[in-house]
């Protein structure tokens, strides 16, 4: 009689066959099916995990041991004592576009110092003969910006990072654990040098965005429109790693990789952010939630004042490994985390 009310009842009979397909998966008691837990479901993104953080280490080591390099860069170089060389690699990361007078800046041989004292009309005539008036203004404009600096503002992940090494590590971890307070940080903290060419980038206006490249954008100073806003408080809202991953796009062609590593980990942490959601309604906790964003807040902010106060004893050498991490090791273990979430689904009992 056991037998055939298990089998009249739909929900039994699910709860088994998930027993039978993922039983082995769950917590052994014995050693002989932990040794069979090892080689299933998590035990494939363990091995390439601990493949990848020994690969890390070789790469971060050689980092460290060649760190003068990354003082060799043009945001740590006075302008006005760049070579003619570096000039053109200044004027060529300006865009693609900026190739077209590579040529003409290097028959000149000109430097930093020579570079400080052109002028828009000089550039118009020869023997620079920039007669389009957008790449004059775009040159004129970065001129302007290095001036005031008195080096080459960052325009990669790489400059930013060898500058800002604290802050570049904060919002890596921000936008990665907590992604709706990092903008609202950037917003209140940050508006004009990194939250308004944010906004640019991933709400551009249609009739501006077109053959528009990415330096032009994080250029952009322009206050936002309100159809602007509209876009992005909406993805802020319901989809804030969609955001990151917009960004990232728009980075493909300077960092191929990195961009693509960023992408993936912000799709993978949608879903976790779902399955989060989903969780919480079905289990009636909707009361819980301003509890929770509470907690949430006062956890983020006492670990980020924490870091601060102990930033100036934190090794360089340490902060290279979280951040590294954070940024092509989470992928791999986002992965692990929404397979374990989708086998939960499975054997949810309904």
């Not at 910006?145 to 500058?163: C, F, I, S």
């Amino acid at each position: 009689m056991r037998f055939e009310d298990i089998q009249q009842n739909n929900d039994i009979i699910q709860s088994l066959a998930a027993f039978h397909k993922y039983g082995n998966d769950q917590a052994p008691l014995a050693t002989n099916t932990g040794r069979v837990n090892a080689q299933r479901g998590g035990g494939f993104f363990s091995g390439v995990l601990t493949a990848l953080t020994g690969v890390a280490v070789v790469l971060l080591v050689y980092h460290w041991s060649s760190r003068e390099s990354e003082h060799d860069l043009l945001v740590h170089k006075a302008v006005a004592k760049w070579t003619a060389e570096e000039v053109v690699l200044w004027l060529e990361q300006l865009g693609p576009w900026a190739s077209l007078y590579r040529d003409r800046f290097l028959s000149e041989r000109v430097n930093g110092r020579l570079l400080l004292t052109l002028t828009e009309e000089e550039f118009s005539r020869a023997p620079y003969n920039i007669e389009n008036s957008s790449h004059r203004r775009a040159i004129l404009l970065e001129l302007e910006r290095v001036k005031a600096l008195g080096v080459k503002p960052p325009q990669n992940l790489w400059e930013y990072k060898a500058v800002n090494p604290g802050r570049s590590l904060f919002l890596l971890y921000a936008l990665k654990s907590s992604p709706r307070l990092g903008l609202l940080y950037l917003y209140l903290f940050d508006y004009t040098d990194t939250f308004l060419p944010f906004i640019h980038t991933i709400c551009p206006l249609q009739e501006d965005s077109s053959g528009e490249d990415i330096i032009t954008k994080l250029l952009d100073l322009r206050e936002p429109t309100w159809k602007q806003w509209r876009e992005f408080l909406v993805k802020y809202s319901f989809l804030p790693y969609q955001l990151i991953a917009e960004f990232a796009w728009d980075w493909l062609e300077v960092h191929y990789w990195t961009s693509r590593f960023l992408i993936v980990n912000a799709m993978l942490l949608s879903v976790l952010e779902l399955f989060s959601f989903w969780r919480i309604w079905s289990r009636s906790e909707l009361k819980t939630v301003p509890q929770r964003m509470w907690s949430h807040f006062w956890k983020v902010s006492t670990q980020g004042l924490f870091v601060a106060m102990f930033w100036p004893l934190i090794p360089q050498f340490v902060c290279n490994c979280l951040f590294y991490w954070a940024l092509y090791f989470n992928p791999i273990i986002n992965i692990d985390l929404v397979v374990k979430e989708v086998r939960r689904l499975e054997t949810q009992v309904l």
